[in-house]
């Protein structure tokens, strides 16, 4: 079967897409920790017992509640400083108060990245530390199912009164017997979602039919999305906060009764990084505040210290005490022992007890060797002395010796506690070892097919044989399929963690295993017939290799630094830093190259320029031995040596050697409107002088510059029609941001009620719809009826600019230079650096893949997740509609590589007059680059699954790598079906 | 004839590499507290300083490009002031290249203007010794094939390797190591020096190695 280079590079693709996301799910498992809830009201332990005949301990229940109502107030992106330091004196006077001379205990909870909300408030109400797919699933939060506090609570007839986020009505659906969610999807809004809340707070603190009381305060979160952690807003929301927490604090003191006293528990779910954003784990993001008050407190006495760190999973164990219900059976956490330390020894100490109990049979559940883990030989330990310590006490000891004994005691509770709680917390990440296995075979072997295939896919005419009927007939394949298929059942039938593999039906499995062979199959005939060739003499490899040009050695030695580079954490968080390193260098390789094409060639003879230009892109290419192309190449050199030399005459020639310089400028401009990455995030930077609210005019005005810029640059290839539809269509994009409020039209001087622009932005939907509807149309056309290639180029430029005005509405207003800047770069590329000095397709691939590389970053995107614009994904939405926000979301995160992309198409069909195999080239070309990083990450991520910034730097990178992958995938399809439409007329 | 300019050449260049080397030594004699890494700046203005003068003597010492007619003296002048304005030029460029690169636009504007002056002292002012102030011959220097003696091949080499030194200098920038080396701009000006000193000492080697092949065409 004969196939082209871009049809085997798509279907390459696919089968790669394929073997990520197994991986994906393999490397993200939803975690099995513990039996599930349903079942796991076993016995609640009773105190050790007692060593010596005779005597039983009579408590075996669970101890009563210690509290008798509950508020949790829960402020989201609640940072330490807000509370403890000098924000939280100046605008949270109250609780300041109360934290330094009232009746309270005060600590700084850390969260385990991600610090996203949802994974955040499944840690507070299960104790777990839930896995990094909690990510993924946070914007369609399903109902929580583990074993949790709310879930505990209403079993035990507990009423629990809830108001905020949304995502608790999801998670614990059915479970407050009264609630009011808001949406926390529009960011823009900063009131109106705390005065939801609070509308209800005077009406049902007067109340005495509830329990529990939790409110989720989102408007400081808002606040820290648009404006950042120093911005004025943070203040008076603090002010309200602190009005609200005083509000609470005054009715519950009022309402307490002799029997129990009330509890107020006021958290965090996250924090914020200096940005203002999350889901990171700088110091920032994972320090939030956590104070318990209540009356039953010793009042503070002696000077304020420094809060103790716990962890954010310590307050579900907490709270389950204090409100005298089981813990859960997933939680890690400790007991916090001040909370309870108003109370007898023998309550303490069943307390800790408890909690130890709970922790070690977790661990019993989790790990096959629990019985030499340190914590669960020191909790035995503990628990014998405990045991020891209760004889005496029912022999009715001397209080003080038994107080003394019991402070051991507790001590080496509190020790075992933390031991267990530590190795529990390291085991949560369980990964699915198997499925990762099989997804990673697929990508390697795809990875390897499409690297033995680039000579002959890079050849003049993109073809290749593909060998399909041998390799499947062979003996080789039934064999690998027999032995694969008994392996699977091996490894599935011995499993006993849960593996999603095995869990797909056979038939999958089957197919999944006879895909593995074909590919092996593939890859060894391709081996054996490199074999073969390379018994003929190796002279060609040695002149080829010699006559690299610059430009090629530096894509070569850049893909893989880059791919290099991928094992070091801090080179993945500052991988911007890398793509603008190596575009830098490619401009000044290509300004060397223009300098050299314009002032040198004429004064070389022509037979010398040949052998000096005679440019092989890959080592692939310096490998091909058989020579059919090396003489249509070096001919085509030939003459492009001779050619070019008068090709660019007078001012254009002036202008060609600036225009590497003009595209680093404007690559340092654009490096300074967003900083991005870790280390220097928090410098200053354009985009956020450009966002601060006294900044709005120069934003307005850099806005409606840029859209006209976007106009100008992209109407010059267009039908008049779809010329008018841009412009109104960018009109529309102003509009939508003014209605919104992020711009101001320059006759509106007050600042108008802000709306959610639907009808502006659905306004230009229909625009970008119908631009790429009418490229669409053109390519059909000029597919079916075969005409002039200017249609089809005509009508690939109408889909290109559809998907800029798309890029331009979704692009928050101060990122439009950035499209501009990207519009710019690639016509001034194509006029004055790529036809002058005649790249080659693989070459041309390659800076259109580093170009977009960077511009994804130049966009504000890093590799850690708080940068992903989740508000692109509700522009012209009601509300939250799963799928089109899912799209333009990913939309608007790679536009940067997916505008590359689709110009890379444009501008390889226009070149195809020249080299007729150009497309096929391209996809090949973008298909390899995209998969060589992809299969070494894979390696290297599975290799450092135990590192300890897996789950801040390595997993979130693997989630940008996987969607890149499927984004690309859909592109080479694209690219295939261009190259298609080409071939058959020809 | 060869072998004999060959063993010139080393013997220059391994006096290039001493005075490096003695940069970074000799001034923790008479200053206290000198240290390459702890007072940076200094040491980048010293070896400028020092490389340059010894360059400078150098070439008036041993001419290596005899220029065939005697110059006037106003000629002679005009040259040297030609000569410091290509400098004073090529000091803006890598400064404006290395801002290009992302350093810092307004802080830290000492550090990476003195940086430009170390890269253009290893460059371009070896280029102007061997040289003088003709961008056609520098331009035919550096295109390939285009060295004329062995001593424009090494000039071809040590630049070469001075900037692929500084290019690799900024590598380790981004890690989070937190090593004095790593501030801006050390870990470059470090990577320039040892790029250079390495080129001085590979460039009579290369040459030596690959004396068969390197035939120098008369103009
Ligand atoms: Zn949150
Ligand atoms: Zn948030």
């Known amino acids: ?124 109400m299960t104790g777990s530390i839930p896995g990094f797919i909690d990510v993924i699933v946070n914007l369609n939060s399903p109902a929580l199912l583990d074993d949790n506090l709310i879930w505990q609570a209403k079993t035990t007839g507990k009423r629990i009164i809830f108001y905020g986020d949304d995502t608790w009505v999801k998670l614990f659906p059915k479970h407050f017997v009264e609630h009011d969610g808001t949406t926390s999807f529009f960011v823009s809004d900063f009131t109106e979602v705390d005065d939801n809340v609070t509308r209800h707070l005077d009406r049902v603190l007067k109340r005495e039919d509830w329990d529990l009381l939790i409110l989720h305060y989102l408007g400081l979160d808002h606040i820290g999305h648009m404006t950042g952690p120093n911005s004025p807003l943070v203040g008076p929301k603090l002010r309200e906060m602190d009005n609200i927490l005083k509000k609470i604090h005054i009715s519950l003191l009022s309402k307490e009764e002799a029997s129990l006293p009330n509890l107020l528990v006021v958290c965090g779910d996250h924090g914020m990084s200096e940005t203002g954003s999350h889901g990171g784990s700088s110091e920032g993001e994972v320090h939030t505040p956590l104070l318990f008050i209540s009356s039953a407190f010793e009042k503070r006495s002696g000077p304020l210290t420094q809060p103790g760190l716990v962890q954010q999973t310590d307050l579900a164990s907490t709270l389950a005490v204090g409100l005298g219900l089981p813990i859960s059976r997933n939680s890690v956490g400790n007991l916090i022992l001040p909370v309870v330390g108003g109370k007898t020894m023998r309550e303490q100490l069943r307390f800790v007890h408890l909690n130890g109990f709970q922790l070690s049979r977790l661990l019993q559940e989790n790990t096959p060797a629990y019985e030499k883990d340190p914590g669960y030989e020191h909790f035995k330990i503990a628990e014998k002395s405990h045991g020891n310590w209760i004889k005496l006490y029912l022999e009715g000891n001397n209080s003080e010796i038994l107080l003394n004994l019991g402070k051991k005691v507790l001590k080496q509770y509190l020790e075992a506690l933390k031991t267990l709680s530590s190795s529990l917390s390291k085991q949560v990440a369980q990964y699915d070892m198997y499925s990762m296995m099989v997804g990673t075979v697929i990508i390697m072997e795809v ?54 593999f095995c869990s797909m039906s056979w038939l999958t499995a089957v197919g999944v295993m006879m895909l593995i062979s074909a590919l092996m199959c593939g890859i060894l005939s391709a081996i054996a017939k490199i074999f073969e060739n390379s018994r003929l003499p190796l002279k060609n490899l040695v002149v080829s290799s010699s006559s690299w040009s610059e430009i090629d050695v530096l894509i070569l030695a850049g893909t893989i630094g880059h791919v290099l ?104 401009l654009l490096r300074s409107l967003n900083q991005t990455g870790v280390q220097w995030a928090h410098r200053s930077d354009f985009g956020h002088w450009l966002t601060s609210s006294e900044h709005k005019s120069e934003l307005s005005f850099l806005a409606a510059v840029s859209l006209l810029m976007i106009l100008f640059l992209v109407q010059r290839r267009c039908s008049l029609v779809s010329k008018i539809a841009m412009a109104l269509g960018l009109l529309g994009v102003y509009s939508y941001r003014a209605a919104i409020g992020n711009v101001i039209f320059p006759w509106q001087h007050d600042s108008k009620d802000i709306s959610k622009g639907i009808t502006e932005a659905r306004f230009v939907y229909v625009f970008v719809l119908g631009i790429v509807f009418t490229g669409t149309k053109d390519l059909l056309k000029s597919q079916v009826i075969s005409a002039d290639s200017s249609v089809k ?96 979301t990913a939309f608007a995160t790679y536009t940067g590589p997916l505008l590359w992309a689709i110009h890379l198409l444009c501008y390889l069909s226009s070149e195809v007059n020249r080299n007729s195999a150009a497309v096929g080239h391209g996809c090949f070309c973008y298909a390899v680059l995209r998969s060589v990083p992809v299969a070494i990450y894979i390696v290297l991520v599975t290799g450092l699954r135990y590192h300890l910034f897996i789950w801040s730097v390595f997993s979130p990178k693997l989630l940008y790598e996987g969607v890149h992958v499927f984004i690309t995938a859909a592109v080479c399809l694209f690219f295939m079906a261009m190259d298609q439409k080409h071939s058959q007329k020809v | 004839m060869k072998e004999a300019a060959i063993r010139r050449l080393l013997a220059a260049n391994l006096l290039c590499v001493l005075s490096v080397v003695l940069t970074a030594v000799v001034p923790a004699f008479f200053w206290d507290g000198f240290t390459v890494l702890g007072t940076h700046l200094t040491w980048l203005c010293i070896c400028s300083g020092c490389v340059s003068t010894f360059n400078i003597l150098l070439h008036l010492v041993l001419k290596p490009n005899l220029s065939p007619k005697r110059s006037s003296f106003a000629h002679k002048i005009s040259r040297f002031l030609k000569c410091c304005i290509y400098f004073f030029m090529s000091c803006i460029l890598f400064h404006a290249i290395i801002v290009l690169y992302g350093a810092p636009l307004i802080e830290s504007v000492t550090e990476t203007f003195l940086f430009a002056v170390l890269l253009s002292t290893f460059t371009t002012l070896q280029c ?23 001593w424009e091949n090494s000039l071809q080499i040590t630049t070469m390797c001075t900037i692929f030194g500084a290019w690799f200098g900024a590598f380790p920038i981004p890690l989070d190591w937190d090593r004095p080396w790593q501030v801006w701009p050390v870990s470059c000006s470090l990577g320039a020096t040892f790029g250079y000193t390495a080129g001085l000492i590979i460039a009579p080697l290369w040459i030596h190695w690959n004396r068969k092949q390197l035939t120098y065409k008369s103009r």
């Open chain 1, 447 to 500: 990875l390897l097919l499409l690297l033995l295939s680039i000579p002959k896919a890079l050849s003049s005419r993109a073809e290749f044989e593909v060998p399909l009927s041998p390799p499947l007939f062979s003996l080789l394949f039934y064999l690998m399929c027999l032995m694969l298929c008994a392996v699977h059942v091996i490894v599935c039938t011995s499993a006993e963690s849960l593996c999603y």
């Open chain 1, 565 to 668: 580079s991928l094992g070091a954490s801090s080179f993945i968080e500052e991988e911007h830093q890398t793509w603008y390193f190596l575009i830098n260098t490619l401009c000044l390789v290509l300004c060397q190259e223009l300098c050299r094409n314009n002032f040198l060639l004429k004064e070389w003879e022509p037979h010398h320029s040949t052998t000096m230009k005679q440019n092989f892109d890959s080592v692939g290419e310096a490998s091909e031995c058989k020579n059919i192309d090396i003489p249509a190449a070096g001919n085509s050199k030939l003459s492009k040596a001779t050619s070019s030399a008068e090709f660019i005459k007078g001012s254009d020639k002036w202008i060609s050697l600036a225009s590497p310089w003009i595209i680093l400028i404007c690559c340092r």
């Open chain 2, 128 to 150: 102007l010794c061997m040289l003088g102030p003709n961008i056609q011959a520098w331009i035919r220097v550096f295109s390939k094939n285009g060295a004329m003696s062995i």
């Open chain 1, 1 to 124: 079967m004969r196939l082209r280079s871009g049809v085997f590079a798509a279907s390459c693709l696919l089968v790669e897409a394929l073997g990520v996301a197994l991986f994906l799910r393999g490397f993200f498992p939803v975690a099995v920790r513990s039996l599930p809830r349903r079942e796991a009201r076993g016995d609640p332990p009773a105190e050790p017992a007692p060593p010596g005949p005779g005597m039983v301990s009579n408590w075996t229940k669970i101890p009563p509640p210690l509290f008798k109502k509950v508020v949790l107030v829960l402020i989201d992106a609640l940072r330490d400083d807000f509370v403890f330091g000098s924000k939280g004196k100046q605008f949270m006077p109250y609780t300041t108060q109360v934290v330094e001379k009232g009746t309270s205990y005060s600590f700084i909870a850390e969260a385990k990245p991600p610090t996203v909300t949802m994974p955040r408030i499944k840690a507070l």
């Open chain 1, 793 to 888: 180029s005509t009508g690939l430029w109408e889909v290109y600019s559809g998907l800029v005005l798309l890029a331009a509405l979704l692009f928050r207003p101060h990122n439009l230079p950035v499209l501009v800047f990207c519009l710019l770069i690639q016509t001034m590329m194509t006029k004055y650096i790529w036809r002058p000095l005649k790249c080659d397709a693989a070459q041309i691939t390659v800076m259109h893949y580093w170009f977009g590389q960077a511009f994804f970053y130049f966009q504000g995107n890093s590799n850690g997740i708080a940068t992903v614009d989740i508000s692109a994904g509700f522009v012209g939405l009601e509300s939250y509609v799963e799928i089109p926000a899912i799209f333009l």
